[in-house]
């Protein structure tokens, strides 16, 4: 059975599994909380010891973190062998809001401070072992920032600090504020929509030998929905691929694409099924050619390099 490594997220960085599993989408797995439990279970088994939250997963009357949190305390000490990543700085509208009240990122002092509280709670553990600033807020001030993670970090709530979405030179402003290294970059990557591949992203992380974390691999699901043409062409190329490699479907393949880049990015798995779950891992021994991996750049372009 192919077991997923450990990785080291920075030099001086915390050390997860090189899969990590996400629990966005945990309100739509119809579990009750012993499935839920017995689904962490099942993917530890396999090395992935890594598990993406956010504040904002789930619904009001549901969080993800709740449903986990759930999960957990039927086998507390499941929370030594595993690190557990969530995420603040999205705000959303609530039932009771004002009426012109709209969703916002929101990286202020007190908002930090009040969702890991929230997170932690939900979860029913003492200390998140990444924090992310989930989405760039325009007004993000990187001092109010550094000083709320500073005390967290203080408090023992907080282990390390990275960000997700953030362009390079927003990941350059908060890191000129805060001593240890931000220890990761959470980023779209998948065939579908290649922006930081191209816009320095993936460059910055890989100078800074700091590994991105690459969600919607799959596109959300909507790689395998053939109603477009850059779909269209990418599935007929992804499976002409799958069969030259011996993959035992299309999502190997994509894995694969992602596991190429130089910046050696950790996927996330968003499927909550196990089976699924496997078969990203057996994808970790599959390697693409420089021209398979490019075969896939110019399906999804729909044309060549210059
Ligand atoms: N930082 C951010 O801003 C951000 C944004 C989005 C996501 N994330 C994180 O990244 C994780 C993964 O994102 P994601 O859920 O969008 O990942 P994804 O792998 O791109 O999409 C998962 C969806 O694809 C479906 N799927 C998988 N394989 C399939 C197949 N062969 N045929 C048809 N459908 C298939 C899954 O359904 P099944 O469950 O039925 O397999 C699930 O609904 C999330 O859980 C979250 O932790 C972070």
Partial sequence: MTLVSRVKMAVDGPECSSLIQGYWRMGEWDMDPQSRLTFLKQHVELGITTVDHAHVYGSAQAPCETLFGEALKLDPAMRDNIEIISKCGIEVMHSDAPSKYVNHYNSSQSSIISSVDTSLQRLGVEQLDILLIHRPDMLMAADDVAQA???LKHQGKIKHLGVSNFTPSQFALLQSRWDSPLVTNQVEINPVNLAVTEDGTLDQLQQLAIRPMAWSCLAGGSLFDTSSTQMQRLQTTLHEIKLEIGAQSID????????????????????GNIERVRSA????????????WYRIWVASKGHGVA
Avoid: D, M, Y
């Fill in 252 to 271: 190997q393949v994509v894995f694969a694409w992602i596991l190429k880049l130089p910046s050696r990015p950790l996927p996330i798995i968003g499927s």
């Fill in 281 to 292: 891992v057996a994808a970790t021994t599959l390697t693409l050619t420089n021209q398979q």
């Fill in 149 to 151: 993670v500073e005390l």
